[in-house]
């Protein structure tokens, strides 16, 4: 069983250079409050991967009131700064966030094994270039880091683009080779963790939990507030709390819970 009372807070699309400074600190303040286990960064920390974004995604990162792991998005990459969007795309997140964009991000703890990798590309062979891919060399590697983990873990991926889309983000797509990754996740992983469509939910896919987190404090919003989620995790039982903001505070806007028998959730 998890360990009671793990607590996983789930922000994503902060966008600094677009973001509202009075709902970061807003932000801040709540997470304090919800005191989590862990905070997941479910990519583009930026909106054009400046030098100024990141060092105010960096300050802010800085601030956190539990252990971070962070994972890229598209904005993270130059956008049409073309030469350093081909030759060195990751050059400022190396920089500034001090990981390998190329190699799974690992963070373990008391009843906890969480996994991040980078969903995010320098192109694709579709004219829109934001939406990511995980490939078979990912996939390899989180499957490994999981099968390390001791088999009560609650075993959560942290990535960027979508494996659970609503009627409402259809058109933004699904990660690339989303299939092939939910075949290789079944049974291994419990928990998926994005952002990137700025809409904030959670549901169950091939026995698997998906939680999709809204844009934290950015003015880019996509149809709704912004939010972020709290996931808690009990033994068998599993919370996803989406926290949307009113105005002045962060509050609980939906709440869905999940139970897991032989490695298979499903919602109650």
């Known amino acids: 069983m998890t360990t009671p009372g793990l607590r996983i807070a789930q922000i994503s699309d902060l966008h600094f250079g677009r973001h509202l400074p009075a709902m970061a600190e807003a932000l801040l303040a709540d997470l304090a409050a919800v005191a989590p286990s862990m905070v997941a960064v479910c990519g583009d920390l930026t909106q054009t991967a400046r030098e100024a974004e990141f060092r105010a995604a960096r300050a802010f990162l800085d601030q956190l009131p539990?252990?971070?792991?962070?994972?890229?998005?598209?904005?993270?990459?130059?956008?049409?700064?073309?030469?350093?969007?081909?030759?060195?795309?990751?050059?400022?997140?190396?920089?500034?966030?001090?990981?390998?964009?190329?190699?799974?991000?690992?963070?373990?703890?008391?009843?906890?094994?969480?996994?991040?990798?980078?969903?995010?590309?320098?192109?694709?062979?579709?004219?829109?270039?934001?939406?990511?891919?995980?490939?078979?060399?990912?996939?390899?590697?989180?499957?490994?880091?999981?099968?390390?983990?001791?088999?009560?873990?609650?075993?959560?991926?942290?990535?960027?683009?979508?494996?659970?889309?609503?009627?409402?983000?259809?058109?933004?797509?699904?990660?690339?080779?989303?299939?092939?990754?939910l075949r290789r996740l079944r049974r291994k992983a419990d928990l998926l963790l994005g952002g990137h469509i700025h809409l904030g939910y959670s549901g169950v896919v091939d026995g698997l939990v998906v939680a999709q987190s809204g844009t934290a404090f950015s003015d880019r919003l996509k149809g709704e507030p912004n939010s972020y989620n709290l996931v808690e995790a009990d033994g068998d039982r599993l919370a996803v709390t989406v926290r949307r903001w009113g105005g002045a505070r962060f509050d609980t806007h939906d709440r869905r819970e999940y139970t897991r028998t032989e490695r298979q959730w499903s919602a109650l």
Do not use: C, K
């Open 66 to 181: 539990a252990p971070a792991l962070v994972v890229p998005g598209n904005h993270d990459l130059p956008g049409w700064e073309v030469w350093s969007r081909f030759t060195s795309p990751w050059r400022r997140w190396r920089h500034h966030l001090g990981t390998d964009p190329y190699r799974p991000v690992v963070l373990t703890m008391d009843g906890l094994a969480a996994v991040g990798v980078n969903t995010a590309r320098r192109w694709g062979p579709h004219p829109d270039w934001s939406r990511g891919r995980i490939d078979a060399r990912q996939l390899v590697a989180i499957g490994a880091e999981f099968d390390r983990a001791p088999v009560a873990d609650l075993r959560v991926l942290i990535a960027h683009h979508p494996f659970l889309l609503t009627e409402a983000g259809l058109h933004r797509g699904l990660v690339g080779r989303a299939p092939l990754a």
